[in-house]
């Protein structure tokens, strides 16, 4: 909709309530209503909406505080009108602060109590749509709740065919100090976002019935409305004080551009993009190329931490298993990457308005948003290479494969479904629901889970624990070298995880990746520092490998909060991570739990840990930035009260018994058939040995 027009804003009396600025690029158009045809009235006039108001009996816009409404039949307190239009003024004001991409809105030229509002939808179901819509506002606002009339036909279940509209079902408890228009206009524009969101009595009852029984049918309704929002663009109401311009400089442009609009809406069954969080609609545009390049240049940084993995995995084993762990690491990536391809993001991302899993673009048909794919393969790869370390130096390779293709098609798709997709049920409980900005619950809790399940279904390594004190044995690494380049490898890529989760850089993002940047340095650095002196404190030593593990666990604490927290919650968040680290670790070896890498401790306990931050140290500033839309739901120690905490405390707790749930039922049945451990001897002897034709280092004697 980029080429279409925008629309010119008569407002020649009153200079204080001037256009919005004009963020999406939009061509300036002249027009050719001159502004003699924009004059006040001083007489009640109709809307274009057809509500009368008698706008007479209330100051207009362009009057000074100090007129007088001498209107008979007015009851209404001068002093409460005039306190009612500075607030409105106020929050007219606000609104161009808040800045909705998209939305122009500007009060009538004869009262600012009638607001004139035209809304471009460029993705999802309504793209392409050019919708107008009014805003009257009663003469207690803010007291009472104002109310709406579409002046553009939309098939939707929420709008009447006439227009009519009902806002009391979503506020139904409005108050002064609660909402504002802004509210009101967010609001619409969800629900032309996500219309299967709002379960409300619906106005159009043919819409609410085909959007919950015949999708495809609904979608050709609905692009049947989209054409017709375009060819009527033109058509302005009456005493409107949005007015689109008649002539173009280059009339045949304008033509060649809305037939090639309104062609690409007949393929709008094909063509609906996927949001996540913010707005990513992959066009032809250079601006859709820019935010095209980041996301895939994080998704690269993202899977060059599979190195990173690799070497700090083959490093903290022996000699005589490091074959093993780098051919695990092998197989996680081709063989969880073929799955992901094939069924795995069709269950994760798949259109369906299912709550619990998609069922669509399998092998990627029918879907060409093939940038947002990449990202997200990458995220899947990283999730089950988690596992891989819990596991280490003990179990078959077949295992592996067994347990890669699980979470590959089943464990990590439905966890992403809940929590990312639109659809997800997760995602739309509450306000704003479960928020894991790069996925700290989705990613690092997900493959910190089935790790621990497993570790803790398959034993631990022979000899890691005294037989009869049950004190745990050390069984150390044989390259500190290797383990901890390895570290610094992961901490490179994640700023792939945390920066490319914005999925572009334009509309303001890129100060959402800085943002992201910096609070995850401060958080992993903070987590690195406080493990440091704590082994230090008790020990007397300062600790490499427990050094990189809290490093590695502050990383993971901030990525499902860096984008929405301050940099001195990042701090707090780091440090509290290292404690989260260092006791889940101390516990498990209390438990006789063998985690050689400590995977459990890193990804499920400091995963769980950041995402029960975001309900603690999320501002709604930042928070409202990442939603694109205001939101009373924020951190605790904001001032957001506990809805947010509550949520987040929900997510991890029903993705850890899913994660717990199936992966046990998966390990059981493995050991149940002899398929998930080596036999002692060959435990004993080293799995390279046995299994993958010899030592990783033949010229020298095993470890």
Known sequence: MNDITTPIFHNENDNTLARPQNTQNEPIVPTTTSSSTTTSTSTSTTSATGNSNNTNNRNS????????????????????????????????????????????????????????????????????????????????????????????????????????????????????????IPHILCYIKNIFHNPEKFDYPPLNPEAAKLLKEDYEEFLRKVSHFVKLSIQNVYENPQFSSIVFAQEWKDKTQFENTKNNVLKRDTTVLGKIRQMEYLDFSPSDSFQAAVDDSWVLSATFLVFFTQAGYCMLEAGVVRAKNAKSIIIKSIIDTAFGSLIFWAVGFAFAFGHNNNPFLGTSHFFLIRYDNLAFFAFQWAFSTTSITIVSGSLAERVHINSCLIYTVVMSAIIYPITAHWVWSK????????????????????????????????????????????????KPKPLPGHSITLST????????????????????????????????????????????????????????????????????????????????????????IGCVSSFVYLGTSKLLLKLRIDDPLDSAPIHFSCGMWGAISVGLFATQNDLEKLLVRPTNSYGLFYGGGVEQLGVQLLGVVCVALWCFLISGILFVLMKRFNLLRIDPTRELMGIDMDQHGGPAYPNFQNI
Not at 115 to 128: C, E, G, K, M, P
Not at 434 to 443: M, T
């Open 485 to 572: 380049l390895g570290a610094f490898i992961i901490w490179y890529g994640f700023y792939g995880y945390n920066t490319g989760s914005t999925l572009g850089i334009s509309m303001g993002r890129m100060a959402i990746a800085s943002r992201s940047a910096v609070t995850m340095t401060i958080s992993a650095t903070a987590s690195c520092a406080t493990t440091l002196m704590v082994i230090k404190l008790f020990s007397g030593k300062y600790d490499v490998n427990k050094s990189v593990n809290g490093l590695l666990g502050g990383l993971v604490s901030a990525s499902a909060s860096c984008s929405m927290v301050d940099p001195w919650a990042g701090f707090v």
């Open 61 to 180: 816009l362009n009057s000074s505080t100090g007129s007088n409404n001498s209107s008979s039949g007015n009851t209404t307190n001068e002093t409460t009108i005039e306190s009612t239009k500075l607030r409105l003024l106020f929050e007219y004001e606000k609104l161009k602060e808040i800045n909705l991409r998209g939305l122009y809105v500007i009060p009538s030229l004869n009262s600012i109590f009638e607001w004139h509002n035209v809304l471009f939808i460029r993705n999802r179901v309504y793209r392409s749509s050019v919708i107008r819509f009014l805003i009257i506002i009663p003469d207690d606002y803010p007291n009472s709740c104002p109310s709406v009339k579409f002046q553009t036909p939309v098939f939707h279940p929420l709008v009447g065919m006439d227009g009519e509209f009902e806002l009391q079902h979503h506020f139904p408890d409005w108050k002064a100090e609660k909402y504002m």
């Open 423 to 470: 659809d997800g049920w997760l995602r739309l409980i509450g306000t704003n629901g479960i928020v894991d900005f790069a996925g700290g619950v989705v990613v690092h809790m997900v493959g910190g889970a089935v790790g621990l399940m497993g570790t803790y279904i398959v034993g631990p390594r022979i000899g890691r624990f005294d037989s009869e004190s049950g």
